[in-house]
């Protein structure tokens, strides 16, 4: 089936460690974009990629990047995470045209201590 | 005024009843419509998306549309427990084609059915 996946499903890191977390696809979609959802709030766009060009938000704290080394799969970075940062990480795919319908990975819950 | 407004809630239902979820927007140039269920701990599950005015139905779903009111809803037929979750709006501003847009998600509300 295809899929969108994210690794590791749960993450514990601790203050000022980097991490990477990883996502996946087998949809071949152009689009791959990144999210940050904390608990009761609406997913937070961090930045995406169409196809190699990289577009980030404005308000996406510096300490945020990430790689499209390929179609695909695409990392987030943390450079040095602050207990702010604990919340699920969600990876969405999509083709890049029509109604452009995102398709979310199962997320990644980053824990902070 | 934020760009998508839903009513948290708690909606509560009773099963078998007709809940009904809404969503307005802000952005006048949105042009595709989203309904996400998100159970508690997982990513968002897409329901169904509009982006013609009107009324679309899928199953027990059905979408409504009303781009002169900037307005967006579901409606779920014959509740059961297991549609107990966060339903969020998504709102995409750019058209069908070749182009394509982010999308901007309400704060989302909780449904509750209960037997």
């Known amino acids: 089936d295809a899929m969108v996946i994210q690794n590791p499903r749960y993450q514990v890191t601790q203050f000022g460690k980097p991490v990477t977390l990883s996502c996946s696809q087998t949809?071949?979609?152009?689009?791959m974009y990144w999210y940050q959802q904390k608990s009761s709030q609406a997913p937070k766009l961090l930045f995406h990629y169409y196809d190699k060009d990289f577009n980030n938000e404005a308000d996406t704290p510096d300490n945020f990047q990430s790689r499209r080394p390929n179609t695909s799969f695409c990392f987030l970075d943390i450079r040095s995470p602050g207990l702010g940062d604990a919340a699920m990480y969600l990876c969405?795919?999509?083709?890049?045209?029509?109604?452009?319908?995102?398709?979310f990975g199962p997320g990644t819950r980053l824990t902070v201590l | 005024q934020k760009e998508v407004e839903q009513n948290s809630g708690p909606l509560s239902v009773p099963e078998g009843a007709i809940a009904s979820l809404n969503c307005t927007y802000s952005?006048?140039?949105?042009?595709?419509f989203f309904w996400y269920r998100q159970y508690s701990g997982k990513s968002p599950e897409l329901i169904m998306f509009i982006y013609s005015n009107g009324d679309k139905e899928d199953g027990r779903f059905t979408a409504q549309l009303n781009k002169a009111s900037q307005y967006v809803s579901l409606l779920i037929r014959d509740s059961q427990p297991s549609d107990s979750a966060t339903y969020l709006c998504a709102v995409n501003r750019n058209a069908g084609g070749t182009s394509y847009g982010k999308l901007t998600f309400g704060q989302g509300t909780i449904l509750t059915v209960h037997p």
């Open positions: 949809l071949n979609h152009n689009v």
């Open positions: 969405a795919t999509s083709r890049g045209q029509g109604p452009d319908t995102q398709y």
């Open positions: 952005d006048r140039g949105s042009q595709s």
